[in-house]
């Protein structure tokens, strides 16, 4: 078979000979002859293959070093790596994407609080936990203090209590700082990768415990909701309830695919499944948004052990009730309990109040 010139190859290739060059001095595509004297390359008819496939790989924005990796393995593996890879970027994204808001609504805010008006909100609060009817331990936390609402729900493993306690120890020291939504975001994510970290660290044989971390914090008159799993908070606002927690599991993806209604997924064998949790290697992606508080709201933070067998409606009733957020926790623990109480149930209920 005739050897192309690199600028006939560049050309059956779509690549240009500069890159071709480049391919070179990287390994991943070296020439099928040099000219000794000239140092001209020349290239197989075969290679057009491997040429096309650097290409697509570039144009998808793959690292050189991993082109090299994929285009020395059976088509059958650099299939399953070139999905990793991509399954990585839109993870990698999908970060990218939750910064992008917080900052949208961060910088939205500062308008409004350029006039530093003291926060004269406070809230009234109430946590509670119950092991339920069918479960023997209780791995769920809740927290609420004046400055912090937490839940988390703990599971995988013997250690399933103290992986939802450390979740929400994590961010006991933010919630003292008192910080500037500004400084806000990095020490929430530190809070939370080192949770992710202490969680980890806590794997075992037979016990790799993983937890959900659902959690209010304030930033002056504004809220930063921290969220990972199937832990929901919900706000109940001029009459409407409204849930501002999207559920990180395998169920919730299928629904947003279209592979999958609500209804289908609420009474769906693996809704309890996770896609994202701390603990789980390379599935703590956060979602950290900044919410504005305003006089009279109400807030629910609940573990599934409510919002599983509780129906929303009957949720809303309770919230609606003009009862202290201590009666209102009490009610919705007495309705998980009419529902057969199948896990552990987690409740905070927060009203914000003029002070
Ligand atoms: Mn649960």
């Not at 293959?49 to 690292?63: D, Q």
């Not at 999908?94 to 003291?118: C, N």
């Amino acid at each position: 078979m005739a050897l192309l010139t690199i600028g006939a190859f560049a050309r059956a290739a779509r690549l240009s000979p500069k890159a071709l060059r480049l391919y070179d001095e990287l390994g991943l595509l070296p020439p099928a002859a040099v000219d000794p004297e000239s140092g001209y390359r020349f290239y197989d008819p075969a290679q057009l293959e491997r040429a096309r496939l650097v290409a697509w790989l570039r144009r998808l924005g793959m690292p050189l070093a991993r082109i090299r990796t994929v285009c020395d393995l059976e088509p059958a593996a650099a299939a399953e790596e070139i999905a990793a890879y991509w399954k990585q970027v839109v993870a990698d994204t999908d970060a990218r994407g939750q910064l992008a808001t917080f900052l949208v609504d961060y910088l939205s805010g500062k308008g409004a609080a350029m006039s530093d008006t003291p926060a004269d909100l406070g809230i009234r609060y109430a946590a509670r936990t119950d092991t339920g009817i069918v479960r023997t331990s209780n791995q769920d936390a809740a927290y609420a203090g004046s400055r912090l609402l937490a839940v988390a729900d703990g599971a995988a493993g013997p250690s399933g209590d103290r992986a939802s306690a450390a979740a929400i120890d994590a961010l006991k020291p933010l919630a003292s700082a008192g910080l500037p939504a500004a400084d806000l975001l990095n020490a929430l994510a530190d809070a939370v990768g080192q949770a992710d970290v202490t969680v980890q660290g806590m794997a075992a044989e037979g016990d790799e415990p993983v937890t959900t971390l659902t959690a209010l914090l304030w930033s002056g008159s504004e809220l930063a909701v921290v969220h990972i799993g199937d832990t929901r908070a919900y706000l109940l606002r001029d009459g409407e309830l409204f849930r501002i927690t999207d559920d990180h599991t395998y169920v919730q993806s299928l629904v947003d695919e279209g592979k999958l209604s609500p209804e289908e997924a609420a009474s769906h064998p693996q809704r309890a499944l996770l896609v994202r949790a701390l603990g789980s290697p390379g599935q703590a992606q956060v979602d950290i948004s900044l919410r504005s508080a305003a006089a009279g709201d109400r807030y629910l933070l609940c573990s599934d052990g409510l919002s599983a067998v509780v129906d929303q409606a009957a949720i809303r009733s309770a919230l609606e009730a003009a009862a202290e957020p201590e009666q209102v926790v009490q009610q919705l623990i007495d309705l998980a309990y009419g529902a057969g109480a199948p896990d552990n149930i987690a409740c905070v209920v927060a009203d914000v109040v003029p002070v």
